[in-house]
């Protein structure tokens, strides 16, 4: 191939060329193409038919098991290449399959598809006599998502409908929403905690006045211990005198008796004055002691009566006061904890509520920017949007309409659309899809069990049955 990108022996641009020259040269990229010719012959359930569609809605009818799928199907193998056509694709009973696409543009192109058990082959020509030495790309680079099913579309689950819109507009969202989510996450496990914390704090009451130290319980016991050991003194002192009591009125118990006996010996002087001498001197002895013991009982009589108790219930109430005093520090200090923190974890939420918001604004603007192909479209973490809120709860002919011009607008080159589900359309659901077709410029290849007057062409068993297109037997 020459450095113009035309051949060497037929002087021809190629395809893959025209388009780098337009835009080298300043010039708008080429039209839309549309199928202006289909002809498939031993592919699927088709015998041989050809079709030359008319319009912008092509609606390929017949009862089931006829070969309306096998007319998209043929599409499909065409455009879409190998990763579309299954294991077995030839008709029954046949060992070979072709397919034969007509596009309009410029320059017009034919794209032949053979079929065989060991995979068939591609070609691509135009009305010069071009072959393309690289057919499937070609097509790839004309297709975007020639499969689009609008339908299809409308079923998907929200998660696969917002993936599909991602795709269209070039956006990708997963890294920053998973931040996100992982911020949110964050966020709530932090204003769980802070919320707690706030319930203990709200559960402790502290008397206004506190102090914030706790004072020294331990010193005051100490001054109880003292005066409790003085009032034990004293209180031994009194055992004391107690006793010294009883011992002086037991000894006057026993000078009594000996007086007594003193009388008993007078009477009996004669016989018993050596004892009444010994009793005697007893008698001194004894008075002795007692005159001794008398004095110190008197002077101890004195201290105790000049010595008076302690009153200790000043000291244990100021105890008392204390430990009730110390409890609500202790309580003060604890909310003040808690308080400090559950003012951090309302500044960490703070700042995770901002990295949110970032987040969202960049997302914002993101959408801001992107080409949509239908005004109030968009999506969020659940799933598509229309209008700011969720896609289904759209209305059906709004769901038909997203979707049919999200379809066309994946397929800005070749603007082709097939639609398998077409029976569960209306009427007024394909006035829908032929005015979108119409208005972006499309072709919607649509399968409806029906052999009404509706249909573009009817199929049976294999081949073109009735046609309002231009439609004959292919050759």
């Not at 680079?141 to 269209?168: N, Y």
């Not at 055992?239 to 002086?248: G, S, V, Y």
Request: aromatic share 2%; net charge negative; charged share 30%.
């Amino acid at each position: 191939m020459s450095t113009d990108g035309r051949q060497e022996t037929g002087g021809q641009p190629t395809p893959e060329t025209v388009e780098a020259a337009q835009r080298e040269a300043g010039q708008p990229a080429e039209p839309a193409r549309r199928i202006v010719r289909l002809a498939a012959e031993n592919v699927k359930r088709l015998s041989a038919v050809e079709i030359e569609p008319d319009g912008n809605l092509v609606i390929v009818g017949g009862v089931n098991g006829a070969g309306k799928s096998s007319v998209l199907d043929s599409i499909m193998y065409a455009l879409a290449g190998t990763r579309s056509i299954p294991t077995r694709p030839i008709r029954t009973g046949t060992d070979s399959g072709r397919i034969e696409l007509d596009l309009d543009g410029d320059p017009p192109l034919k794209v032949i598809r053979r079929l065989s058990p060991s995979g068939g082959s591609l070609e691509i020509r135009n009305a010069e006599g071009f072959k393309a030495s690289s057919p499937q790309k070609i097509l790839d680079e004309l297709c975007g998502k020639v499969a689009f099913d609008p339908l299809a579309f409308t079923r998907k689950s929200p998660r696969d409908q917002a993936d599909a819109l991602r795709e269209l507009v070039g956006i990708d969202f997963s890294e920053v929403d998973a931040a996100r989510k992982r911020l949110y996450e964050e966020r709530a496990e932090v204003n769980r905690e802070s919320k707690r914390l706030a319930a203990q704090i709200g559960a402790i009451e502290v008397p206004e006045g506190t102090p914030d130290e706790e004072g020294s319980v331990a010193a005051l016991l100490e001054k109880l211990k003292g005066q409790e050991e003085e009032n034990k003194a004293l209180d031994r002192q009194g055992e004391k005198l107690k006793n010294m009591r009883l011992q002086e009125d037991a000894r006057h118990r026993r000078i009594q008796t000996l007086r007594d006996r003193v009388d008993e010996i007078e009477a009996q002087m004669a016989r018993l004055r050596e004892e009444m001498a010994r009793v005697g001197n007893a008698i001194g002895e004894e008075r002795e002691a007692l005159k001794g013991e008398v004095a110190a009982r008197e002077a101890l009589a004195e201290q105790v009566a000049t010595s008076p108790r302690i009153d200790t219930s000043a000291t244990e109430a100021e105890i008392a006061a204390a430990e009730t005093v110390n409890t609500d520090v202790r309580r003060k200090q604890e909310r003040k904890r808690l308080t400090d923190e559950y003012i951090g974890l309302c500044n960490e939420s703070t700042g995770l509520s901002e990295n949110i918001d970032e987040i969202d604004a960049h997302k914002a603007a993101t959408l801001a920017e992107a080409e949509w192909p239908v005004d109030g479209l968009g999506f969020d973490a659940e799933g598509v949007t229309l209008n700011g809120l969720p896609f289904e709860q759209a209305s059906s002919a709004e769901q038909l309409r997203v979707s049919v011009a999200m379809g066309l607008a994946l397929n800005p080159t070749l603007r082709v659309l097939l639609i398998r589900d077409g029976s569960l359309l209306d009427a007024e659901s394909l006035r829908i899809v032929a005015e979108l077709a119409k208005e972006r410029d499309g072709q919607v290849w649509l399968e409806r069990v029906s052999e009404g007057s509706e249909c573009s062409v009817v199929i049976e068993d294999g081949h073109v049955k009735d046609s309002h297109t231009t439609a004959a037997p292919a050759a």
